[in-house]
């Protein structure tokens, strides 16, 4: 019986075909199996550079081009297009095994075999090569065959390769690009995620080189998970390994490891492939986790795409911290009476007045987080004692004594009242588990660690054992948008010499991510282990316009052009739902949604429930951990970004101040990678100063 494999990057162009088209495709392919084991239905072609490429029929509009191996049963849907563009695609292209690596590839011959003679000529008169260093003994140890070599060996200039990156087969492209860029074999190696064959493969056996391609092909059991790959095709895209997250995904670590990356790196991709082989083992439960509701929402849904048994389901437990902190000190103390913004601001003023105490109730309550309870202080000695790396005011023994006096009365006062913050519920909740023997997880696996807490770290430390693969980490700092800041080893968490560091972006596309990362160049972030992180090095490999700065005079100008972009992204073939609004605050997004619905573009807040295929406007805290094709980040002025109420006096606390002013500024950055394809930033008035130099 004939197995159906489907190409990854026409997943892509699935969800953009009209629905009566990707009807008649489900319909088409869920009888493939069974209708097609000798190659039924499938039709050859005349002129194409390979026998194995054939077409099929969808209807009498658009055809379907099949990879069909010479021996095996493991047929591949490559493409859906018009009729005379199916053909052209399939005569223009060959498929090949790569001789080290084993996996499938494709490459344009008739656009090689065009270019080619041109950059010979240019090499008469050229003073150097690009690879005129490199061997060919090295070249074809890394899988590069001979047309690919001929055609690297007529390159002078990088910009070449790039260009050459839509008709070479990718899997050489990238060593050939790697190379380029001055890595040695070995290191291309590593990119690669792989290890040289030690005997070279059949390069005439497609079948089985489909079947070690997963992280381009997957291949769907039955009409059932055929129907589930077309009913989640942006979903299941999004899903696949690269074989350097693959490596990560499903490695053994000796204790916690951690995974960091850029925007559209694959670092949740990596957690939840993680969580799933962790699973498949059966060694025990396993917790994956996040910092907020809106981010396990979707790292479940991601999981459920992934498991193929109810039994893998059952051994993941998707929480997020706060939710599961909040259950283990319910179930010993019961529900907890929750101290509120305003009340809590009102116990710090009251105390301040009775003791004349020389500090805000901002500082006091900043203070009282990220180092009473962030170090554990309980005591007068421990907070004389206590770090406050960080904190830009600086304070004498007689002041932290003052201090101390204050933070003693607010936690006083919080006990004689019953009343609880999240962190405290949390500390209390680690309290109870170190408590305990038998800890509630065997593995745990947190997504946007960058996020978390001090007190959340100890709490996650304590509900897992040490011991092989007991944590694994994925965040980024650069996309850190609360205040938190931790060092891992301060809180039990030791990824010394278990680190990888993801720089490929499958998401954004490069114009895209060189702006977006140009405003963070320069700033010193912390890479929660004691160092810097930095951006060097992040890169996409995917093309497109540039993204679209403009100011307006007023906000209603503003959002008028707003109106006019998505009806202009709508009539380029763009859904309702690939379209997102990203606003500073919930006012501008609530406005964002009015005006595109009164446009007659169907819209709704990311706030509130309601339909998926519409527009989603919510704010840049809201929009993290989502993606679109399109994103429109608005409101982005000079008195908007950065939030004056987000942000410390200079005057109070000038390093808070300067943290705060960071963060606001990787918040930017966060809405502005959402985008997959097109991003627009407006503002109205004066542009942020976040964007200088971005901005005429």
Not at 413 to 441: Q, S
Not at 488 to 496: D, F, M, P, T
Not at 679 to 689: I, K, T
Request: with cysteine; hydrophobic share 40%.
């Amino acid at each position: 019986m004939a197995k159906l494999g489907i190409d990854k990057d026409f997943l892509k162009d699935f969800g953009r075909l009209e629905r009566s088209v990707q009807d008649r495709v489900t319909e088409v392919f869920t009888k493939f199996e069974h209708a097609t084991h000798a190659g039924l239905h499938l039709e050859k072609l005349h002129n194409a550079h390979d026998h194995r490429f054939r077409t099929i029929r969808i209807d009498l509009f658009w055809r379907g081009v099949v990879l069909a191996p010479d021996t095996g049963d493991t047929f591949t849907l490559l493409k859906v297009l018009p009729h005379d563009e199916a053909t052209a695609w399939a005569e223009r292209r060959r498929a090949s095994v790569n001789a080290a690596t084993g996996r499938i590839e494709i490459r344009d011959v008739a656009a090689i075999d065009a270019t080619l003679p041109e950059l010979v000529r240019h090499t008469e008169t050229a003073t150097t090569l690009l690879f005129e260093d490199v061997r060919d003994a090295d070249l074809s140890g890394l899988g590069v065959d001979e047309q690919t070599m001929a055609f690297a060996r007529a390159l002078t200039h990088v910009s070449q390769l790039e260009a050459a990156e839509a008709f070479l087969p990718h899997n050489q492209w990238q060593v050939l690009y790697g190379l380029a860029a001055g890595l040695t074999p070995e290191q291309v190696w590593a990119e690669l995620g792989a290890a040289p064959a030690r005997e070279p493969y059949d390069t005439e056996d497609l079948s089985a080189a489909v079947e070690r391609t997963p992280e381009q092909v997957v291949l769907v059991d039955g009409p059932r998970e055929l129907m589930e790959v077309f009913r989640h095709p942006f979903a299941l895209w999004r899903i696949y390994l690269h074989p350097t997250q693959y490596q990560v995904a499903n490695a053994t670590f000796s204790g916690p490891a951690r995974i960091t990356g850029g925007p559209g790196t694959g670092k949740t991709v990596v957690a939840l492939h993680r969580a799933h082989h962790l699973a498949r083992s059966g060694a025990g439960q396993v917790l994956l986790t996040t910092f907020t509701s809106t981010l396990s929402t979707s790292l479940e849904a991601g999981l459920r795409l992934l498991a193929d048994s109810s039994a893998v389901l059952d051994r993941v437990e998707v929480r997020h911290v706060d939710q599961l902190s909040h259950q283990i000190f319910a179930e010993r103390h019961g529900r907890p009476a929750i101290l509120r913004d305003k009340e809590e601001k009102e116990i710090w003023r009251r105390i301040v007045k009775r003791l004349d105490a020389p500090f805000t109730e901002t500082f006091l309550a900043e203070e009282w987080r990220h180092v009473v309870l962030a170090q554990r202080v309980t005591d007068a000695a421990g907070y004389l004692a206590a770090k406050r790396d960080g904190r830009g005011r600086g304070l004498g023994t007689r002041q932290r004594a003052q201090l101390w006096q204050v933070i003693w009365e607010f936690e006083e006062e919080l006990k004689r009242r019953r009343y609880w913050t999240h962190e405290t519920i949390c500390a209390e909740a680690t309290r109870l588990l170190d408590e305990r023997a038998d800890k509630p997880y065997r593995h745990v696996i947190v997504d946007e660690a960058q996020d978390l807490h001090p007190v959340q770290w100890r709490f996650l430390r304590a509900a897992v054992a040490q011991g092989l693969d007991d944590m694994f980490i994925a965040g980024d700092t650069h996309q850190r948008i609360y205040s938190s800041r931790v060092s891992l080893r301060e809180v039990g968490v030791n990824v010394a010499g278990r680190s990888s560091r993801l720089t490929v972006n499958y998401r954004t596309t490069a114009e895209i991510l060189g702006w977006s990362l140009g405003m963070l160049r320069g700033e010193a972030i912390d890479d929660m282990n004691g160092g810097l992180d930095t951006v060097a090095g992040y890169r996409s490999q995917v093309h497109g316009p540039p993204p679209e700065p403009h100011g307006f005079r007023t906000q209603k100008e503003e959002l008028d052009a707003l109106a006019r972009k998505v009806v202009e992204w709508r009539e380029m073939g763009v859904q309702p739902e690939e379209i997102g609004i990203a606003a500073r605050s919930n006012v501008l997004a609530d406005s964002a949604v009015t005006v595109l619905n009164a446009a007659g573009v169907p819209a709704r807040s990311l706030a509130k429930a309601g339909p998926e295929d519409v527009v989603r406007a919510g704010t840049m805290h809201r929009m993290k951990g989502l993606e679109f094709r399109c994103v429109a980040v608005i409101g982005v002025g000079e008195h908007a970004v950065p939030s004056s109420s987000a942000v410390t006096p200079a005057e109070e606390d000038a390093v808070t101040h300067a943290q705060d002013l960071q963060r606001e500024r990787c918040l930017l950055f966060v809405a502005c990678t959402r985008a997959r394809e097109r991003l627009y930033v407006s503002w109205h008035g004066n542009p942020s100063p976040f964007l200088d130099g971005f901005v005429e």
